[in-house]
Nanobody
Framework: QVQLVESGGGLVQAGGSLRLSCAAS????????MGWSRQAPGKEREFVAA????????YYIDSVKGRFTISRDNAKNTVYLSMNNLKPEDTAVYYC?????????????????WGQGTQVTVSS
């Protein structure tokens, strides 16, 4: 079992920045692909970013490219999502996920563990 706990969400003005953290426990996640998804009110969950176990490969959806950066510290069993130049459309609950099944960095369905989420609200 993998437990994931997100933190770092909050209220920020458009153009501002936030850094989300995801602390893993129960099992080391250093060998797993890790990712972030988000869900806005009334919308489907959207897979936002992912990172390989080594950090050498990353994936981003087009709408966050150049603004969001995913990173990881395997020694701390933690994954981060740095978000810059935030926009009101980034408002959502952000979830951290772990892919223990292997393959498919950007395949949402392979991520089998998810945290409870952290709220990000961007005001205009």
């Amino acid at each position: 079992q993998v437990q994931l706990v997100e933190s770092g969400g909050g209220l920020v003005q458009a153009g501002g920045s936030l850094r989300l953290s995801c602390a893993a426990s129960g099992r080391t996640v250093s060998n797993y692909r890790m990712g972030w998804s988000r869900q806005a009110p009334g919308k489907e969950r959207e897979f936002v970013a992912a990172i390989s176990w080594s950090g050498d490969s990353t994936y981003y959806i087009d709408s966050v490219k150049g603004r969001f950066t995913i990173s990881r510290d395997n020694a701390k069993n933690t994954v981060y999502l740095s978000m810059n130049n935030l926009k009101p459309e980034d408002t959502a609950v952000y979830y951290c996920g772990a892919n223990t099944r292997g393959r498919g960095l950007s395949t949402y369905g392979l991520y089998d563990y998810w945290g409870q989420g952290t709220q990000v609200t961007v005001s205009s």
